[in-house]
């Protein structure tokens, strides 16, 4: 007999403290996305579209892309997260990133992620 972990979620925004930083110079995969609108979305738990583009923690990775579902798992509370673009879909969010990755690499003559985003 095993001891299983149940994870959940309350579903309150008081519950949550995902802290979602847009970056200055933001990316959208579409120009009709209203950015405060999809990072209230996404901080409040609704079931949409949104895919984020975020500068990655992990050594070794630029960046990464979540699903918005993904912020609901508690173990994102209390994160800050440095948002640096905004897709529709899984497919939108990888042709963003190609994009992203294509101009910081003209920009900066690098990956110098930091600098094209002024961090």
């Known amino acids: 007999m095993g001891i299983g972990i149940k994870w959940f979620w309350k579903g309150k925004s008081k519950d949550r403290e995902l802290d979602l930083v847009p970056c200055q110079n933001i990316y959208l995969s579409d120009d009709s996305i209203d950015i405060e609108a999809a990072l209230h979305d996404i901080r409040m738990g609704r079931r949409r579209p949104w895919h984020i583009i975020a500068i990655s923690d992990n ?61």
């Open 59 to 119: 050594d070794g990775e630029l960046f990464r892309i979540y699903p918005a579902k993904e912020f609901r798992h508690p173990v994102y509370n209390g994160r800050r997260v440095l948002v640096c673009g905004i897709a529709k879909g899984a497919r939108g969010a990888k042709d963003l990133l190609l994009n992203m990755i294509s101009d910081i690499y003209h920009d900066t003559r690098g990956f110098n992620v930091k600098a094209y985003f002024h961090l």
